[in-house]
């Protein structure tokens, strides 16, 4: 395969949990250096596609190239070479609450790599910098706002300079203004850094602001993408009602019937 430009291709990807596919023939493409969001209502399928990107959740079908390798196709050293280049921000920061922040970040700088303790205090130092928290260095997790939090696991997934960073959710949770600096963090860290970033969210607002191509997944497809000024002036009445937030439009309210359900149904019928 010659030399592409990208970071991250799903190429006709399906996956899921058992017999249930849930990612239903995805396929996308993250450029080097770019803010790739995936979007989707509650239950699109989005946090599956993250799991099966960091290789929590096997592949049934397709492929996933990340800087044009294919993961299922590589030795387990080279797979492990390609990991140390993906930094995930998990929804809920996954921080251990018995550490400081600075402890919070270093972990994986110790845990992967032989250093000083004076080189890792300055990378750890100059990372919480960059997300204006080097004065909170000192500070137990159990007493920081959800918001800082967030800027602690946002410091903690860059510690070891990924050139891919996922986001899972990153703006859950927190107020509009907090949310702001989140977008505008990430923004500023993909380019310092010159890493490509991957967007797990619901935040229209935030996403448009900052994402170079946003994909809107529901019922585990593509129903959609483009630039966010594209999705913005698209007729898709899916891609409005979604970016609009309406109630009313294409988007079923019904969870849809599995045969799971239907088997669940007839046992639960049988019991009365
Ligand atoms: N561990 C699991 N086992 C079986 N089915 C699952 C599992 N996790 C999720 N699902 C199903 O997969 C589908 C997609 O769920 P997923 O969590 O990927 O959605 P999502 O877009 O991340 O939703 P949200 O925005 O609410 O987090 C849903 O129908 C869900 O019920």
């Not at 492929?63 to 995930?88: A, E, Q, T, W, Y």
């Not at 400081?100 to 750890?124: C, G, K, M, Q, Y």
Request: proline share 4%.
């Amino acid at each position: 395969m010659n030399k592409t430009n990208n970071a991250l291709t799903l190429s006709n990807l399906f996956a899921g949990y058992g017999n249930r596919i849930i990612l239903n023939n995805i396929s996308l493409n993250a450029e080097k250096g770019k803010i790739i969001a995936i979007m989707g209502r509650s239950g699109s399928g989005k946090t599956t596609l993250l799991k099966t990107i960091t290789g929590q959740l096997p592949i049934k079908h397709g492929s996933i190239h990340i800087f044009d390798k294919d993961i299922n196709n590589i030795s387990n050293k080279d797979l492990k070479n390609l990991r140390k280049n993906l930094g995930v921000l998990f929804q809920h920061g996954a921080l251990f609450s018995d550490l400081n922040i600075f402890e919070n970040i270093a972990l994986p700088l110790t845990e992967l790599s032989v250093i000083s303790d004076r080189e890792l205090t300055t990378i750890v130092l100059e990372k919480l910098d960059s997300v204006g928290l080097k004065a909170a260095a000192h500070l137990p997790i159990t007493k920081i706002s959800g918001g800082m939090a967030k800027r602690v696991a946002l410091a903690r997934a860059i510690i070891l300079n990924p050139k891919i960073v996922l986001y899972d959710e990153p703006f859950s949770g927190l107020d509009p203004i907090s949310s702001g600096i989140i977008a505008d963090l990430i923004k500023t860290l993909s380019k310092k850094n010159d890493c490509t970033s991957l967007l797990i969210t619901h935040n229209v607002r935030e996403t448009f602001k900052i994402s170079d191509i946003v994909y809107i997944i529901d019922n585990g497809m593509i129903a959609a993408s483009g630039t966010p000024l594209e999705l913005v002036n698209s007729n898709n009445p899916y891609v409005q009602q979604f970016i609009q937030g309406n109630i009313d439009g294409p988007v079923a309210f019904h969870y849809p019937e599995t045969e799971e359900y239907k088997k669940w149904l007839k046992e639960q019928e049988q019991k009365i």
